[in-house]
């Protein structure tokens, strides 16, 4: 039972252009939700994170949007850089699951192209 | 400042043995979380620790194990090992236990022969 789910497995887009990446998830009880990249032979870096008292967050050329009704988030990237070319990783946490704990569920991943 | 380090890079193992992975947290963070990746996959999460106690620990048999120390860094054992334990094991750290971003390091190449 997936309960983060990235359906798209790969995405090419212009250099320049906006990248947009999908993310959908099941557990109501996420509360906080976050990107990362990876690129091969790194682990995964932090990007951005958004709370579910809020519907966006911005930093820099990274946009995260939160619809709760629809249980969905996107990740914008404008404008898309050669340099973004990476696997993108959503993730959700269900901060009040009790005992402190903060485990993180990822989806599989959307690899994103920005071609030169 | 240094990030989160993992210590080996890659280990080859055979089946039935036992594996450690070592883990030093960014400095000045006291949680540390271990995830498994496996190819095509997104991360697992397997433990979670604070404060040298166990917060919380994902859906892995009782072959895994970890530990932090007083200087909050961790180990995570895996015994018996089985071809299906192949993967990269990703350790990451936080301030706090809960509601902090997880900063992750490079990984543990484990592949079981």
């Known amino acids: 039972d997936q309960q983060v789910k990235q359906n798209s497995p790969s995405l090419s887009v212009q250099e320049g252009r906006i990248s947009i990446l999908n993310c959908d998830y099941t557990n109501s009880m996420f509360d906080y939700f976050l990107w990362y990249k990876k690129y091969p032979a790194e682990g995964p870096t932090f990007l951005i994170s958004?709370?579910?008292?809020?519907d966006k967050n911005e930093d820099g050329r990274f946009t995260v949007f939160l619809n709760k009704s629809a249980k969905h988030l996107s990740l914008h990237i404008v404008p898309s850089q050669p340099g973004d070319s990476a696997v993108y990783f959503c993730?959700?946490?269900?901060?009040?699951?009790?005992?402190?704990?903060?485990?993180?569920?990822f989806g599989k991943g959307t690899k994103l192209s920005v071609i030169p | 400042d240094a990030g989160v380090t993992q210590s080996p890079t890659h280990l080859i193992k055979t089946r039935g043995q036992h594996v450690t992975l070592r883990c030093s947290p960014i400095s000045g963070h006291k949680s540390v979380s271990w995830y498994q990746q496996v190819l095509g996959q997104g991360p697992q999460f397997i433990f979670q620790?604070?404060?040298?106690?166990?917060?919380g620990r994902g859906n892995f048999p009782d072959r895994f194990s970890a530990r932090q120390f007083p200087n909050y860094s961790s180990e995570l054992n895996v015994n018996a090992l089985l071809l299906g334990d192949s993967a990269l094991y990703l350790c990451?750290?936080?301030?706090?236990?809960?509601?902090?971003?997880?900063?992750f390091g490079p990984g543990t190449r484990l592949t079981v022969l």
């Open positions: 990451a750290s936080s301030l706090h236990a809960i509601k902090n971003e997880q900063f």
């Open positions: 958004i709370s579910s008292i809020k």
């Open positions: 993730a959700a946490s269900a901060t009040y699951s009790g005992a402190g704990s903060y485990q993180l569920t």
């Open positions: 620790y604070y404060e040298k106690e166990e917060r």
